[in-house]
């Protein structure tokens, strides 16, 4: 299954601010800053992986073939998007 270029680096963007967002989760546990506040942005970075994810899956189904291939490539998809719900 071939995914655009376009759609990996809007995929790699999404994580690279994910990847920022845990650097930043990590220096509020370090300075001891409250609980609430660093489960909000916990929240917020699994939220912005999950995007991710679905986005990827959304693109890999969408270009797959009708092949038994891409048959294949879809049911790992599908199966791939029922583990993160």
Same mark, same amino acid.
């Given at each position: 299954? &071939?995914?655009? &270029?376009?759609? %990996? =680096?809007?995929?790699? /963007?999404? %994580?690279?601010?994910?990847? $920022?967002? %845990? $650097?930043?989760?990590?220096?509020?546990?370090?300075?001891?800053?409250?609980?609430? =506040?660093? %489960?909000?942005?916990?929240?917020?970075? &699994?939220?912005?992986?999950?995007?991710?994810?679905?986005?990827?899956?959304?693109? $890999?189904?969408?270009?797959? $073939?009708? =092949?038994?291939?891409?048959?294949? =490539?879809?049911? /790992?998809?599908?199966?791939?998007? !029922?583990? !993160?719900?």
């Amino acid at each position: 299954m &071939q995914i655009p &270029q376009e759609e %990996l =680096d809007a995929v790699r /963007k999404r %994580l690279a601010r994910a990847q $920022g967002q %845990l $650097g930043g989760i990590i220096k509020m546990v370090e300075e001891g800053r409250e609980c609430t =506040d660093v %489960l909000t942005q916990m929240a917020a970075a &699994q939220a912005a992986i999950n995007r991710a994810a679905f986005s990827l899956i959304a693109t $890999g189904i969408a270009n797959c $073939g009708s =092949d038994a291939e891409g048959i294949a =490539d879809r049911a /790992k998809l599908e199966k791939a998007f !029922l583990a !993160l719900s």
